[in-house]
T-cell receptor
Framework: DAKTTQPNSMESNEEEPVHLPCNHSTISGTDYIHWYRQLPSQGPEYVIHGLTSNVNNRMASLAIAEDRKSSTLILHRATLRDAAVYYCILEGGGADGLTFGKGTHLIIQP | DTEVTQTPKHLVMGMTNKKSLKCEQHMGHRAMYWYKQKAKKPPELMFVYSYEKLSINESVPSRFSPECPNSSLLNLHLHALQPEDSALYLC????????????FGSGTRLTVV
């Protein structure tokens, strides 16, 4: 599986936008880019995914670079409940499961 | 129903015990997965079932035995576990590559004593 690189941790203030970066320079043309988050003592929660175009949903936006070697998860207005570990994962061919990296620990300051 | 349900939520077992973890989904997802997560680490893939057949076994010891009785159920049978097997065991399901995100259960917190 192609690997992703994320900062270990990021800090932001409540009610401000948050931009979480992810590098995936070895992405293949058919890999989907997924984002999940995990709160303490809970299972990972799907946030958003995309292939080539930017995507928006009720939780977040996903901005994908034109060369697809990087992407950014955007939380438009952070709340304390957004404090979690955020994982950027590439989904390859078949039903092979998702391979998690270390993720980014997002800290939200009140 | 848009959930993956895992039971039990907590389990304490001795090293000579036999127990089973259960996972259920009614979303019609064709693939189901078992993950293991140690404290402060990311989830690690253990098994993948696709159309009720085991398609991936990530070199998991034989003391972990998966079973998929039907398209909605996934079990993980445990026998002769070691204390280092204590972890959060997560089940997930998916509809197919790229179509939707994966849905994860809240996990079973297993402690081996």
């Amino acid at each position: 599986d192609a690997k992703t690189t994320q900062p270990n941790s990021m800090e932001s203030n409540e009610e401000e936008p948050v931009h979480l970066p992810c590098n995936h320079s070895t992405i293949s043309g058919t890999d989907y880019i997924h984002w999940y988050r995990q709160l303490p003592s809970q299972g990972p929660e799907y946030v958003i995914h995309g292939l080539t175009s930017n995507v928006n949903n009720r939780m977040a936006s996903l901005a994908i670079a034109e060369d697809r070697k990087s992407s950014t998860l955007i939380l438009h207005r952070a709340t304390l409940r957004d404090a979690a570990v955020y994982y950027c994962i590439l989904e390859g061919g078949g039903a092979d499961g998702l391979t998690f990296g270390k993720g980014t620990h997002l800290i939200i300051q009140p | 129903d848009t959930e993956v349900t895992q039971t039990p939520k907590h389990l304490v077992m001795g090293m000579t015990n036999k127990k089973s973890l259960k996972c259920e989904q009614h979303m019609g997802h064709r693939a189901m997965y078992w993950y293991k997560q140690k404290a402060k680490k990311p989830p690690e893939l253990m098994f993948v079932y696709s159309y009720e057949k085991l398609s991936i076994n990530e070199s998991v010891p034989s003391r972990f035995s998966p079973e998929c009785p039907n398209s909605s159920l996934l079990n993980l049978h445990l026998h002769a576990l070691q204390p280092e097997d204590s972890a959060l065991y997560l089940c997930a399901s998916s509809q197919g590559r790229g179509r939707h995100g994966y849905t994860f259960g809240s996990g079973t917190r297993l402690t081996v004593v």
